[in-house]
């Protein structure tokens, strides 16, 4: 079967940070591909890089067999692959659902499809009440669910998420697992970082694990996680943060 994304030998430095290098892994249509590496491994890079966000240096990244390398993020995203971001930074003097309709209106020129889609998806991530609040007045966990509903009205069969249970209280984790396996049941193909084993341990059907911009395991998450390079590069380190 062929691959819905299928990154290969892809690198990246920054002056001298070697970010990723020569970094090859794929994603099955329908699965949870998680992606794991302390902090600095080059997880968000690698997101950069197959989104468009920025060039890489050589490798190639195909989706459903086309080539979107160098390809404009808004073209990317237009091809199917949406993306929350680490960094958080919506509109904060737009409402709730005004900043969902940025999204949207990726994809279209209609104000009323754009805010119904909006609004759906808001619905989707349970924050439909929040709707008419400034994305100021809200708390980090309902800022990842404004960032996951964003990147949804895009409408994406691909969506890249960057650490949405990261900051979060603890609480929520429980239902942010739940929403992403409800997108899967959707048809959503989904790669998530994230931090938290157990979380990791639900959600994903394959590892990849990075370390210093390399990778050091990709496979089923029993067989990563017992990795000793995994183990001593990632969960050394996350045992020791806690
Ligand atoms: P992760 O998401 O795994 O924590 P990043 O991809 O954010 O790691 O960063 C990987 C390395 O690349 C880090 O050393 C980081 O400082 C560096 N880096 C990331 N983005 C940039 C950038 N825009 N300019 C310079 N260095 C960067
Ligand atoms: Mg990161």
Redesign the pocket.
């Known amino acids: 079967m062929k691959p819905l994304l299928d990154v290969r030998g892809v690198s ?1 430095r ?2 001298g ?4 290098a020569d970094i090859t892994f794929d994603v099955n249509e329908g699965e949870i591909l998680g992606i794991i ?10 997101f ?1 890089l197959i989104t468009g966000f ?1 060039p890489m240096d050589s490798g190639r990244v195909q989706l459903d067999g086309r080539d979107i390398t160098g390809m404009r993020p808004d073209r990317i995203s237009a091809l199917g692959i949406g993306r929350t971001f ?1 960094k958080l930074k919506p509109f904060s003097d737009l409402t709730v659902t005004e900043n969902v309709m940025v999204g949207a209106l990726a994809g279209t020129a209609d104000m009323k499809l754009a805010r119904d889609q909006a609004l759906e998806c808001l619905a989707f991530v349970d924050l439909l009440e929040k709707r008419n609040s400034f994305a100021r007045e809200l708390s980090t966990g309902q800022r990842k669910r404004l960032e996951l509903a964003r990147a949804l009205a895009t409408r994406p069969r691909l969506i890249l998420m ?1 650490e949405v249970t990261g900051g979060v209280d603890q609480r929520t984790i429980p239902g942010l697992v739940e929403l992403v396996l409800r997108l899967k049941e959707q048809g959503v193909t989904v790669v998530t ?1 994230e931090h938290n084993m157990q979380v990791m341990m639900r959600l994903a059907d394959r590892i990849l694990a ?1 370390h210093a ?1 390399r990778r050091i395991a990709f496979g089923a998450p029993e067989e990563v996680r017992a990795q000793p390079a995994v183990v001593d590069a990632y969960l050394g380190t996350v045992a020791d943060a806690s």
């Open positions: 990246k920054f002056g940070v070697t970010a990723n590496g302390p902090n600095g491994a080059g997880k968000s890079t690698l950069d920025q680490q960057d970082i990075l911009g």
